[in-house]
Structure formats: C-alpha cells, structure tokens
T-cell receptor, first 111, second 116 residues
Framework: RKEVEQDPGPFNVPEGATVAFNCTYS??????FFWYRQDCRKEPKLLMS???SGNEDGRFTAQLNRASQYISLLIRDSKLSDSATYLC????????????FGTGTRLQVTL | DGGITQSPKYLFRKEGQNVTLSCEQN?????MYWYRQDPGQGLRLIYY???????QKGDIAEGYSVSREKKESFPLTVTSAQKNPTAFYLC???????????????FGSGTRLTVV
C-alpha cells in the first residue's frame, strides 16, 4: 500500500463549480500535512498547510481527519487558472523528517 | 529574494556519460533533497542531506551520487550506472512555512534530463 494515496483524476469541471479532492495516508505518526500545486512541466509549489482544525485560504479549504487518516481540499468557484495537478503531502513533522508525496490529482477547469 | 536555483534547465546526456545537476539555495535551510519525477508519476526521493558534510540515500539512490560541502549547495551526479536517467529532476530545501508551525519544501524550477 502506498504511503499517500490520491485519485489521479482527471477531474473535469466547469468554471464556477466546486470540486473536492481526498487523500489518504497510511502512517499514523504523520504530523504535518500540505497541499502542493504543480502546473504542467513546472515545479510543485506550496498551496497550503493543513491543520487539525481545518483552514481556509480564499476559495480553498483544507480539512484533516486524523481518525480516518485522510485529508481533503475543497476548491470553490473554480477558475480556469486552477487547472493543475494537486499533490497531497505528509510528513512526520519537524526539521529532520522527509515529506512524502502522493502522485497527484489532476484538475481541468473548462469554460 | 531567497530561493533555490537549479541549472541547467535542460540537459542532454550521451550513453555512458556522467552529468552533474546544480542546486543552490540562499534560504539558509539546513535540509536539502533531490527528487525524480517521471511522466504521470509522483516524486521519488533520490538523496537527502540534513546538514553539511552528511547525506543519506533515498528510495532510488542507485546510479546517483551527491555531495554537500557547503550549506548552500547540493549537486547531484547522474552516473552511467543509472540505466534510465531520462526524467525531471527537482531539488528542494526544507524550512518553516506559514508562520513557522510546519516545515515544508521550497523547490527549484527543475532540470529536464534526456539521454540521447
């Protein structure tokens, strides 16, 4: 079983739609969680950290469920510019631990 | 502005040739990483270094070598022993993000290596 699992998609949604991605992780010792965005042929960039209480950044909302070991990302009012691959990332936390990446979920927003 | 610089952006390697990919950061981060990404796949860890003069193998270290003589620099050599080197190579450093509660990665813009 992969340490971080995501539905690869693609998710094809019209502009203005709301879309949600889920991600599950297998290591219960994981402490830090992130969503990264990767555009085609570019490097991943941090979208947002994910906190236990849930957090929001504009149109983006991230949730963490430690009991079920899953993370979600909700995008409201999708824009064409949101089209990208979204990577779920987990870590045991702290300065020394590595980050483990999911394979990503591809989102395509259309007119 | 602080960041990570990878060079070159594109690199072509002949069969049997060693090549070195450069990675430099001015973020004052201790930890640095090298990942490989193949088309349609996730990132796989090659090597990482948590401090100067120390580094560890990742999940796919065979055919690669690194050095960490300076905090700012973490070059990756793709040797002739790496049988399938064509891929997108990403260097990252790790430091505090979003107020310092979590430690996340900052990536360089990557090097695309192609065997010709």
């Amino acid at each position: 079983r992969k340490e971080v699992e995501q539905d690869p998609g693609p998710f094809n949604v019209p502009e203005g739609a709301t879309v949600a991605f889920n991600c599950t992780y297998s290591n219960s010792a994981s402490q830090s969680f992130f969503w990264y965005r990767q555009d085609c042929r570019k490097e991943p960039k941090l979208l947002m950290s994910v906190y236990s209480s849930g957090n929001e950044d504009g149109r983006f909302t991230a949730q963490l469920n430690r009991a079920s070991q899953y993370i979600s990302l909700l995008i409201r009012d999708s824009k064409l510019s949101d089209s990208a691959t979204y990577l779920c990332v987990v870590s045991r936390g702290g300065t020394a631990s590595k980050l483990t990446f999911g394979t990503g979920t591809r989102l395509q927003v259309t007119l | 502005d602080g960041g990570i610089t990878q060079s070159p952006k594109y690199l072509f390697r002949k069969e049997g040739q060693n090549v070195t990919l450069s990675c430099e950061q001015n973020l004052n981060h201790d930890a640095m990483y090298w990942y490989r990404q193949d088309p349609g796949q996730g990132l796989r860890l090659i090597y990482y270094s948590q401090i100067v003069n120390d580094f560890q193998k990742g999940d796919i270290a065979e055919g690669y070598s690194v050095s960490r003589e300076k905090k700012e620099s973490f070059p990756l050599t793709v040797t002739s022993a790496q049988k399938n080197p064509t891929a997108f190579y990403l260097c990252a450093s790790k430091g505090p993000v979003t107020g310092g509660e979590n430690y996340g990665y900052t990536f360089g813009s990557g090097t695309r290596l192609t065997v010709v």
